[in-house]
């Protein structure tokens, strides 16, 4: 979570924010992001993308 937070994802339009926050403030989004984790909230896209998991190297 906090490399793409920091790298972005242009061709998603998410902006990198490396050069914008510091590394606790990285730490700190992508806690928060952590807390959403199983949670759906109201509005939101359905996942995008290839689930990666630990055994496969994440």
Excluded at 1 to 26: H, N, Q, R
Excluded at 34 to 57: C, F, H, I, W
Aim: net charge neutral.
């Amino acid at each position: 979570i906090a490399f793409t937070i920091f790298k972005g994802v242009p061709s998603k339009g998410m902006v990198a924010w490396g050069k914008a926050l510091s590394t606790d403030e990285i730490k700190q989004v992508g806690s928060y992001i952590s807390t959403m984790r199983g949670t759906n909230p109201t509005g939101a896209k359905d996942p995008q993308g290839e689930l990666v998991t630990y055994e496969e190297g994440l």
